[in-house]
């Protein structure tokens, strides 16, 4: 028989994935795969509740419900001050992670280049790949992860078509700065390059920083592509609700590629998902002390046991240095599970650099799982 597609000869299984399935054989409190275990907005399971008698329960428009799109505009000008137009501009998809290839297979053709900030969500080379492009990595260097301008700037020249950013950063919690973000708009002006962005931590921001949307940024209106979710600001990673927002070219051509990958989002959650986007400030300033508090529960905790750990600026992931234990990474996250009973990831499945000394913990839990998970941790020193 003929050989399989060659783009995905080296593809692996989703390492957060497969951590997941590791902590589950082996009872392990999973602190792997990145989903709160705690409900949705009560207003938005019921508003669930009553679609499920009444519908709708077919297809919506293929780019997302009218009432869906409007909401999310309004929601997005409050936040960003971004005029945009719910008819034109968005596209509603199942998922950021639908959201990012739509957007990468219709921006993007085989043979181009794209950057890749390096510590990266593990889908944008993957994403990069099958879209038949080349990725360029270029580090963000702990322990604050900032880039190298010169560097960026030498990537940007080897003519490149666009740019992937994860801001907030998934998964070393950076924030990128107004600043950080003007110099990144600057070259992408410069050479003509689009910007990507991964924008699903969006809320998830901790004092003193504030999160800047690129597309805000002077001179990047018409060539930034956003994608982001409901998943993480709702509590709501199951019901795959992601978005697309670019300029109307651009949505156009995203929307055409999503007709022919999923055709559409699901219809009632959608309609009980508008609840969520017409909430007011209250609810944000509140998600973001939440999120405050099981980050310090967490990071205080792990910093106690005497764990090496970052300080997160944003989305809710902290990165753990191993090198004390003499082991590699992938090892010892199997390892952690199995004597200790905490899941975690490994770190060198977000790197491009040969980086085998971190791993990555999530905190988006109850504060009984955070606890009972640094209960176990207590006990890694007499375990390894």
């Given amino acids: 028989m003929k050989k399989l597609s060659t783009r995905t000869t080296y ?3 989703s390492v957060i994935r ?3 399935r590791i902590s589950d054989e082996y009872g392990a409190v999973n602190l792997s795969q990145g989903f709160p275990d705690f409900d949705p907005p009560k207003e938005i399971t019921d508003r669930l509740r009553e679609i499920a008698g009444i519908g709708p329960h077919q297809y919506a428009l293929t780019w997302g419900a009218k009432n869906f799109r409007d909401a999310l505009a309004r929601k997005m000008k409050h936040f960003s001050g971004l005029d945009i137009d719910p008819e034109k501009e968005i596209v509603v998809t ?3 992670t639908e959201a990012m290839m739509a957007a990468m297979m219709s921006v993007v053709d085989p043979g181009d280049k794209v950057v890749v900030f390096s510590p990266f969500y593990e889908n944008y080379g993957a994403d990069t790949i099958l879209s038949g492009a080349e990725p360029i990595y270029v580090p963000l260097k702990p322990p604050a992860f900032d880039f190298d301008l010169n560097e960026l700037e030498n990537a940007m020249k080897q003519g490149v078509k666009a740019l992937i950013l994860c801001n907030p950063s998934n998964p070393c919690g950076k924030v990128f700065s107004l600043e950080e973000l003007e110099e990144i708009a600057r070259l992408a002006i410069k050479y003509d390059v689009y910007v990507i962005t991964d924008e699903v931590y969006e809320h998830i921001v901790y004092k003193p920083f504030k999160h800047t949307y690129m597309a805000a940024v002077k001179g990047m209106r018409e060539r930034t592509v956003m994608c982001s979710s409901l998943s993480k600001t709702y509590s709501i990673t199951g019901w795959r609700l992601g978005y697309v927002i670019a300029p109307y070219e651009i949505a156009d051509r995203v929307k055409k590629v999503h007709d022919f990958l ?4 699901a219809a009632p959650l959608m309609e009980a998902a508008v609840v969520g986007l ?3 400030d209250e609810y944000y300033v509140g998600l973001r002390n939440h999120y405050t508090h ?3 529960l967490f990071v205080n905790g792990l910093k106690s046991i005497g764990l090496n750990c970052t300080e997160p600026q944003g989305a809710y992931y902290v990165l753990v240095d191993i090198s004390e234990f003499g082991y590699d990474d992938n090892e010892f996250c199997v390892e952690l599970a199995k004597r200790v009973g905490v899941g975690a990831v490994p770190g060198s499945s977000f790197f491009k650099e040969n980086v085998n000394n971190l791993i990555r913990f999530h905190f988006a839990k109850r504060d009984e799982t955070l606890n009972e998970a640094l209960n176990r941790l207590g006990d890694i020193y ?3």
Avoid: I
């Fill in 94 to 96: 199942c998922g950021s």
């Fill in 382 to 384: 007499k375990k390894f």
């Fill in 18 to 20: 497969r951590m997941t």
């Fill in 262 to 265: 999923t055709v559409g989002a």
């Fill in 11 to 13: 593809f692996t299984d």
């Fill in 294 to 296: 099981m980050k310090e």
């Fill in 278 to 280: 017409e909430f007011g």
